[in-house]
Nanobody, 124 residues
Framework: VQLQASGGGLVQPGGSLRLSCAAS????????IAWFRRAPGKEREGVSS????????YYADVVKGRFTISRDNAKNTVYLHTNSLKSEDTAVYYC??????????????????WGRGTLVTVSS
């Protein structure tokens, strides 16, 4: 069972990136999938999540209206579309999977599998 986050890179303020979370060994559609991030010198924080039971999506206030989470079941991949990026979005982004939809969406302990992160740097 593996999760792999990819798609990070260097982007100018106002730009966009599409982050991918690909799974091997299990079907992502059966899991709640979340994106977390850790900015330099800060604790890891939840960014976005999509639940498996009802497809509900959740966003941290700081990314609402700019980020969108989506599934591509044919590719067994979850995407995080990031738009209007700001310097404060610079962080390592991680995806995580939960076998059961978390009661507390940003509680890291509720997620069973974690991928290695992908670095997003927003800078001019």
């Amino acid at each position: 069972v593996q999760l792999q986050a990819s798609g990070g890179g260097l982007v100018q303020p106002g730009g966009s990136l599409r982050l991918s979370c690909a799974a091997s060994g299990f079907t992502l559609d059966d899991y709640a999938i979340a994106w977390f991030r850790r900015a330099p010198g800060k604790e890891r924080e939840g960014v976005s999540s999509i639940y498996s039971s009802n497809g509900n999506t959740y966003y941290a206030d700081v990314v609402k209206g700019r980020f969108t989470i989506s599934r591509d079941n044919a590719k067994n991949t979850v995407y995080l579309h990031t738009n209007s990026l700001k310097s404060e979005d610079t962080a390592v982004y991680y995806c995580a999977a939960a076998q059961r939809d978390p009661r507390l969406v940003w509680k890291e302990a509720e997620y069973d599998y974690w991928g290695r992160g992908t670095l997003v740097t927003v800078s001019s």
